[in-house]
Structure formats: C-alpha cells, structure tokens
C-alpha cells in the first residue's frame, strides 16, 4: 500500500528557509521518480521540483531555481525539499508525489506560509 507522509512546513518570514520532508512506503523507492507540487486555494497544483531514483537528475519551475534544492535518502525512502530565500509567494500547500502503474499519488500536503 503506497504512502507519502509531508511534514516540515510552517510559518516563517522572508528570507527564511525550511525543510519539508516526505516519508514514502508501499513500493521500491529506489526505483522511482519522486516530484514536489505546490498548491494555493483557487489555483492549479504547481509543478516544483522532481530528482530521478538515483538522485543524479533533478529539474526545477523557474520560479525557484537557485532557491530550493531537492534531494532524497533512498536508505530512509524519504525525500527533500530544501527551500531557501523564501518568497511569500512561496505560500502554498506543498505535496509530495509518486506516478506509479497503479496510479499518480500524494501526500497530505504540508502547509508552508511565508509572512512578515
């Protein structure tokens, strides 16, 4: 059974970094694609950031090239988005994602809201 826990998100002001983290299950994470999308109410869901299953290609939406970074830690089946230089743009619902043969799926979504 697949699974994909967010957490890390919060409130902080710009300029700030946090570091949201997706714990994954229910299927050979080593193997996959896993993408960051992002989401604010009345918006489509946002592509963010993708890295291949062994961490040696990732791609990012221009809008925070050279401020995040994505990575993952197979041995913990867990990946990362590392957000610096935080935007209040930023401000969105960040989810965590795995397209597999048996379905694209997500996270909770973990809020991030940057503000003075």
């Known amino acids: 059974q697949v699974q994909l826990v967010e957490s890390g998100g919060g409130l902080v002001q710009p300029g700030g970094s946090l570091r949201l983290s997706c714990a994954a299950s229910?299927?050979?994470?080593?193997?996959?694609?896993m993408r960051w999308y992002r989401q604010t109410p009345g918006k489509e869901r946002e592509f963010v950031a993708h890295?291949?299953?062994?961490?040696?290609?990732?791609s990012y939406t221009d809008s925070v090239k050279g401020r995040f970074t994505i990575s993952r830690d197979n041995a913990k089946n867990t990946v990362y988005l590392q957000m610096n230089s935080l935007k209040p743009e930023d401000t969105a619902v960040y989810y965590c994602?795995?397209?597999?043969?048996?379905?694209?799926?997500w996270g909770q979504g973990t809020q991030v809201t940057v503000s003075s």
């Open positions: 994602n795995i397209l597999l043969l048996g379905g694209n799926y």
């Open positions: 229910g299927f050979t994470f080593s193997r996959y694609v």
């Open positions: 890295i291949t299953g062994d961490g040696t290609i990732t």
